[in-house]
């Protein structure tokens, strides 16, 4: 079902504005030199992304399949791993940062998969998923499920819930493709509106991103270091031709 997605029309539409989200989702997080794990990279499609964005990337992925082109897709010095979601071969806080792709079918699997991707994150954790509160599955339920949807969906704020249950930083969401499915082609004199209100839980694929530490802005040194502290004006000795001429002509251990 995803490479038949990520080939359809709608799919390679879809996937230009997931990944505009995503870099605007991760601005935010301090880049050179940190860590990212991508939990469910699927065939890889984010993973150039995210490293040209700066991260020292790894993937995980369970399918064979998908393993194998995420290995082919991923940049040099990129590793792509075999790991569920739920169970990941890393030490606690080993990443700074984690993307967590949702694939579980349940809550039940979400849940693990959410706990798991907490746990080895050190500083923050960005949760995507397709959206079911969101004008475009409605309209595909209205349709009977006749348009392709790369499954599962979830809720927005069953996902919000969940993340601020566990008590561990601040969030902050963003959606995209907030448009019905027939206008996710960029022939389409409506696409543009897909690309709308992207701080609103409407888009039919959002990403709510967990910060664990604060993310403070840099302070100039003047004011962190105070006042007080700082060393006081001195005047500039200045030499010129005369005084340089005068100091030639004084005898030596003269006062």
Request: overall charge positive.
């Amino acid at each position: 079902m995803e490479k038949e997605w990520s080939e359809s029309r709608a799919g390679r539409f879809a996937l230009s504005l997931q990944m505009r989200l995503l870099q605007q989702c991760l601005a935010a997080w301090p880049r050179r030199g940190k860590s990212l794990l991508e939990v469910n990279c699927g065939e890889g499609l984010f993973l150039s992304l995210l490293w040209e964005c700066g991260f020292d990337v790894t993937g995980t992925e369970l399918t064979p399949a998908l393993r194998t082109r995420a290995a082919a897709n991923a940049p040099a010095g990129t590793e792509v791993e075999a790991a569920a979601d739920d169970h990941l071969p890393f030490e606690d806080n080993a990443f700074d940062w984690v993307v967590l792709h949702v694939t579980a079918a349940d809550g039940d699997g979400l849940a693990a998969s959410a706990r798991e991707a907490l746990r080895v994150a050190a500083r923050g954790l960005t949760v995507t998923f397709w959206n079911a509160a969101s004008l475009p599955w409605l309209c595909r339920r209205l349709s009977g499920h006749k348009t392709v949807w790369p499954e599962p969906a979830y809720c927005w704020w069953g996902i919000w819930r969940l993340l601020k249950a566990f008590k561990a930083g601040r969030l902050t969401g963003l959606s995209t493709l907030a448009g019905p499915i027939r206008t996710w082609n960029r022939q389409c004199a409506a696409a543009p509106c897909n690309a709308w209100l992207r701080g609103l839980p409407v888009g039919a694929w959002g990403a709510i991103r967990l910060d664990l530490v604060p993310l403070k802005p840099v302070t100039p040194l003047p004011l962190r270091l105070g006042r007080g502290r700082l060393r006081r004006p001195e005047p500039v000795l200045e030499c010129g031709q005369k005084n340089l001429v005068r100091c030639h002509a004084s005898p030596v251990g003269s006062a």
